[in-house]
């Protein structure tokens, strides 16, 4: 799948214009503010319907508009679809999502045109709270298993009535006993979302482990382990012996204490937790890496080409390594990258692209380069 | 300014499952334009259901005769009981021909969001037409979402102990899904793939 143009109206500071995409790498220049990240932004929208910056819509809007709008052309097999995103400022949570004009469920919608991004903003994944780090699980699952994403729902609502029903129980409005069919529930729909999640981690950590060592990285002791919280990952007897064990703290609670809903995932470097171990530069190169770790897992199960986000190529402080990630993103997505700093690209060999430069929220005439 | 009449029509509307404010306004705007017989069969027929239809005291299904046709349909077998969540599920297990049995409405499902528990829906009276003792089979036709999943489970614990065989649809509807949306053949399968739980 190939995005071949972006259109966007009212999308931060973007002027609203159509702009020509090339198939193997876009690399967008120019200064702070001129609005080169707002259409990697945009990108990353009209593919997951998200930001990878903000997860407050209403910060996406053009001052004062009332309505945004994002169309991708995508083409496959010589094949073009269009798919778009359509936003009301009052009422941003809920977003119209079409396909060649019609309307779309989301889970078959973000299934279209997978995306893998990387900004500052990931590396929360390491140094951030757990739920960065389930998310960051999650989007890697989906992107593999699309129906993933209808088991977390599901488990997630369960988790919703459950709750509602502790209370219940508290407060002497229902009987203790009717807790056990959401018992039931609770444990098939957990081991679900926990078994994929296990599995998902363990290839992830052998994936990373492998591209470390091709970039040739200093940092090569690194260990992600998937840390279930609950025995999810166990027999439904297990798990459903430890609800009953834990059900008359989780009624004085109110909640579900423990479940794929408190999972974590675990950065390890020599046993010590990487968010104090790596460094700055460190950190932002095992992010990256990770990313990776996700474009090679997708290629090599799901055999289509992701499109790749790269904000601000020229932060990264470790250019040889960058000049062998480029060489090894050449082999398999259709890359997108920001850059303030064009001679910084000069000495990277991306490999044929297009440059267009950004000015004050347009987009400048395309340069092709790196092509006969 | 809307005049009050029309006001309290549209108001009315909207309050149906389904029908928002511009639904509404559009349904009382084509009904002012119609002539007035029609509007006064729509306004008969409505009337009418709520005059002459009830729920069966056996089985809970919307009938205007007590027990209604399917509950005193002779040819029908009595020892296979269909659990669906709401009447209107019926017509899709009918529309399969391949269920000759009897049913039992439970009238909605769990929900602890909405405050629906056991003692708010029908499941005492799939247990005691179960005890009764014609009954072999209790087959769970509620929606393979998490609210219909965790009903079935209900109610089969509450069967437990019974001598009656408890079934639950295959479904190769997606997950979350509803029964009404269910076409006849996926309804079919999930029928003949049944499996005890
Ligand atoms: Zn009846």
New interface residues.
């Given amino acids: 799948m190939i995005l071949r143009e972006l259109a966007t109206r009212n999308f931060r500071n973007l002027e609203s214009a159509r702009l020509e995409l090339d198939p193997d790498a876009n690399v967008f220049v120019g200064s702070n503010g001129q609005g080169k990240t707002n259409l990697l932004e945009a990108i990353y929208f009209v593919s997951t319907t998200k930001s990878f910056r903000t997860n407050r819509a209403v910060n996406l809007f053009r001052f004062d508009a009332d309505h945004l709008f994002v169309e991708g052309i995508i083409e496959s097999d010589g094949i073009r679809k269009s798919m778009s995103v359509g936003l009301e400022a009052a009422s941003a949570r809920k977003r119209e999502l079409l396909i060649n004009g019609e309307k779309t469920p989301l889970d078959r919608y973000v299934a279209e045109l997978p995306v893998i991004a990387y900004s500052a903003a990931r590396l929360e994944i390491i140094r951030g709270a757990p739920d960065e780090r389930r998310r960051f699980l999650d989007r890697g699952i989906a992107s593999l298993h699309p129906g993933y994403i209808a088991s977390l729902t599901k488990y997630h609502r369960t988790v919703e009535q459950r709750n509602a029903l502790l209370r219940a129980v508290a407060d002497g409005e229902e009987k203790e006993s009717s807790l056990d069919a959401w018992d039931v529930e609770l444990a098939t729909t957990g081991a679900v979302v926990a078994a994929a999640r296990a599995e998902f981690a363990a290839i992830l950590s052998a994936e990373l482990t492998r591209i470390v060592r091709e970039m040739d990285y200093h940092v090569d002791e690194l260990e992600v382990r998937y840390e279930p919280s609950g025995p999810y990952l166990a027999d439904r007897e297990t798990i459903l012996s430890s609800l009953d064990a834990n059900r008359d703290r989780e009624i004085g609670a109110g909640f579900t204490l423990r479940g794929p809903h408190r999972d974590d995932l675990a950065f390890r470097v020599h046993g010590r937790d990487a968010s104090e171990v790596l460094s700055s530069g460190e950190t932002k190169m095992t992010v990256l890496f990770l990313k990776l770790a996700r474009v090679a897992l997708y290629r090599e199960r799901v055999g289509r080409k992701p499109l790749f986000i790269f904000d601000d190529v020229d932060a990264e402080l470790d250019l040889p390594v960058i000049q062998r990630l480029m060489t090894f993103l050449r082999r398999g997505v259709q890359l997108f990258a920001t850059s303030a700093k064009e001679e910084v690209l000069s000495r990277l060999s991306i490999g044929p692209h297009v440059t267009i430069p950004v000015v004050a929220g347009r987009a400048g005439t395309a340069r092709t380069e790196g092509r006969p | 300014m809307t005049a009050a009449p029309l006001a309290n029509l549209i108001n009315e509307l909207s309050r149906l499952p389904g029908i928002g404010a511009k639904s509404a306004s559009r349904l009382a705007y084509h009904l002012l334009k119609r002539p007035a017989v029609e509007a006064e069969a729509l306004a008969h027929a409505i009337l009418e259901v709520k005059e002459k239809i009830h729920r069966c005291g056996v089985c809970n299904n919307m009938t205007d005769v007590e027990p209604c046709s399917i509950c005193s349909d002779a040819r029908r077998d009595p020892s296979i009981l269909c659990v669906v969540e709401e009447a209107f599920n019926i017509p899709t297990v009918e529309a399969t021909r391949d269920f000759r049995g009897l049913y039992h409405v439970l009238l909605g499902s ?4 909405k ?1 629906i ?2 003692d708010d829906i029908d499941v005492a009276g799939v247990v005691r037409r179960a005890r009764s003792g014609s009954i072999r089979e209790v087959i769970l036709a509620t929606n393979p ?3 219909g ?3 079935a ?2 109610v089969a ?1 509450q069967l437990r102990g019974l001598e009656v065989r408890v079934t639950r649809l295959a479904f190769g509807l ?3 899904g509803d029964l009404e949306y269910a076409d006849q053949v996926t309804m079919a399968k999930a029928l003949e793939g049944r499996r005890e739980i």
């Fill in positions: 769990l929900s602890p969001l405050g528990g056991p979402n998490v609210e999943e965790t009903t489970l209900y614990q997606p997950v979350g």
